[in-house]
């Protein structure tokens, strides 16, 4: 065991003060008006509403500004009450320090060090909600201070805290920023800003309106291939069915026949009418696409995979593996599934250089598929879109993650009171800007650029925010080794100290009256009910002991009669 400073004293959390533990209560006790109850999700930073009680309670557990109060369950931690007088729900302790022997931000300062010590310790209970049992904190032991020492030590954390607070909050806003940053960009990239300069230098590149006509061509053209094949596979079926052959010219008389079919059935999808619809201007080269006539496919997962989920296998995209920070796939928590046979499996796979939208619950998110290797499907809330452009694929992502294009127009038509959502005839009809084929390479390796810088930003601070809570740590733990502020030697020992509150609570306890049994007065009721019960007991008691004494006389007489008529004779006395 480390040596102790001078003038410092081991004991345990529990002789701090009182730990009052809150109140159980029940939704029957909550109301619109009243007392706040202080809940764990009312201290742990959460924008979590009060529910509020007009109960009458005990003073114990009513909580006034300044309080501090300890988090047993789920989120353990200690604070100090900042809001209303209020009251205190179950899993809280209400610390009420000893002012006397420990100063009260000490003390608080004490909860926090106990519990980061206990979360390492195997007092630790719980797999999915930790806590902490009462026993054991209360019993933790924990090194004491001199008073003057602990109020010396409380100025230096609050020194330190303050610097700490500051670079905190500078470090908490940059995530806001990097967002407002991100989003500026992706904007500026879509109205041609961020290529510019590039277009100045090359005025004589293909036009995105030829290369929009190149995409509609070649979109019908797969489809067109896609519903005669299709068509081919089930005339072959049905003639093997029926035990025909079925010969070369049978298959190239029957795509041709489909194929013109398909051609005639086919319908070009409504090209955008920018200023119908109120679309800004794009640089002279640009022009504008729908979503739905640069991709050949446009779907989403279905419902009932709940079934497939399986521990290990294809992977299984959901919202949570998109991102609004990018459009790289957030791979390391992602589910897994054993996929149904058949076209319902095939419909929703994933393909490398897709485009994956969520469109329910957090609408927005982007993924794009790139270099994948492993098979995968999505789930009913992704929308997954093929674009017919391989080349322009990614930047055609990235268009969906701006703020004044696709994600502005989701966020304004996206449906539904308590969960947003968005159709695929909706997705299908977002309209897109398009740059020349020539420019694109160029676009997207500036946005990748400066998407790469951002997040590597964001990475820094998340960093330098785990440096921080390292750094308060171990300025706690020093603090609790004597290390913070020197030692003086006027102190008052706090084993003396101690010694003197532990006498004083022991006087006090002693003087307390003992809890005896309390004697009941007997009522006149109760006296003659006693008594009835008595006599009916003696009476009992009475016809038992008649009756025994009945039976025993009669097994006498029993007896006696038996031995006056003699001994029985047997079988040859009576021959005899």
């Not at 001199?146 to 030590?153: C, D, G, H, S, W």
């Not at 009992?540 to 007489?557: E, G, I, P, V």
Request: proline fraction near 5%.
């Amino acid at each position: 065991m480390t040596r102790l400073p001078d003038g410092w004293v081991q004991c345990r959390v529990g002789d701090l003060g009182k730990f009052i533990n809150g109140m159980a209560f029940k939704p029957k006790d909550w109301e619109e008006n009243g007392r706040p109850i202080i809940r764990i999700q009312n201290l742990s930073g959460t924008s979590a509403k009060y529910n509020h009680t007009k109960r009458n309670v005990l003073e114990k557990y009513v909580v006034q500004p300044g309080t501090i109060l300890v988090s047993w369950s789920a989120t353990l931690d200690a604070y100090l009450w900042r809001g209303p007088e209020a009251v205190l729900n179950q899993h809280i302790f209400k610390v009420v320090p000893d002012e006397n022997l420990v100063d009260k931000e000490f003390a608080f300062w004490s909860m926090k060090n106990a519990i980061s010590e206990m979360r390492r310790s195997a007092h630790l209970h719980g797999t999915t909600m930790k806590h902490i049992n009462r026993g054991p904190f209360l019993a933790h032991g924990m090194s004491l201070p001199p008073l003057n020492e602990q109020r010396r030590i409380v100025a230096k954390i609050d020194a330190l805290q303050a610097r700490s607070r500051r670079a905190r909050e500078a470090l908490e806003g940059v995530p806001a920023l990097l967002n407002r940053f991100r989003q500026s960009v992706l904007a500026a990239a879509f109205r041609g800003e961020l290529t510019a300069q590039w277009r100045a230098t090359h005025p004589n590149v293909e036009p995105a309106s030829v290369l929009l006509e190149r995409i509609r061509a070649e979109r019908k053209a797969r489809l067109v291939e896609t519903q005669a094949e299709k068509a081919r596979t089930r005339a072959e079926a049905k003639a093997a069915k029926a035990s025909k052959p079925w010969t070369a010219e049978d298959d190239a008389a029957t795509l041709k026949r489909e194929r013109a079919k398909a051609t005639k059935k086919y319908t070009e999808p409504e090209p955008v009418d920018a200023v119908k619809e109120g679309l800004p201007e794009l640089p002279e080269s640009w022009c504008w696409g729908r979503i739905d006539e640069i991709s050949h496919f446009v779907t989403s997962g279905s419902r009932g995979w709940g079934k497939y989920y399986a521990t290990e296998g294809a992977l299984f995209i959901r919202v949570a593996n998109l991102t609004h920070r990018g459009v790289d796939l957030i791979l390391h928590n992602v589910a897994h599934v054993t996929p149904p046979a058949g076209s319902e499996g095939s419909r929703t796979k994933i393909q490398d250089r897709d485009i994956l939208f969520s469109i329910t619950a957090d609408v927005g998110r982007v993924g794009y598929v790139q270099d994948l290797n492993e098979e995968a499907y999505v789930n009913q809330h992704v929308a997954l879109i093929r674009p017919c452009s391989e080349t322009c694929a990614r930047l055609l992502a990235y268009s969906m993650a701006n703020p004044e294009g696709v994600l502005g127009a989701a966020t304004a038509v996206q449906y539904g009171a308590t969960k947003a959502s968005l159709s695929l005839e909706q997705v299908r009809s977002f309209a897109v800007p398009l740059p020349p084929l020539d420019e694109c390479p160029i676009l997207l390796d500036k946005l990748d650029d400066i998407i790469k810088r951002i997040e590597l930003l964001a990475a820094s601070a998340s960093k330098s925010k785990l440096r921080l809570d390292a750094e308060e740590a171990a300025c706690l733990a020093k603090a609790f080794r004597g290390g913070l502020v020197p030692q003086d030697p006027n102190d008052e020992p706090a084993s003396e100290l101690l010694k003197r509150i532990q006498a004083e609570r022991a006087a006090v306890e002693a003087a307390k009256p003992k809890r005896g049994r309390k004697k009941k007065v007997a009522t006149k009721k109760s006296a003659m009910k006693k008594s009835a019960t008595k006599k009916s007991a003696t009476k009992k008691s009475a016809t038992k002991k008649s009756a025994t004494k009945k039976a025993s006389t009669k097994k006498s007489a029993t007896k006696k009669a038996s031995t006056k008529r003699g001994p029985r004779k047997s079988r040859d006395d009576k021959k005899r």
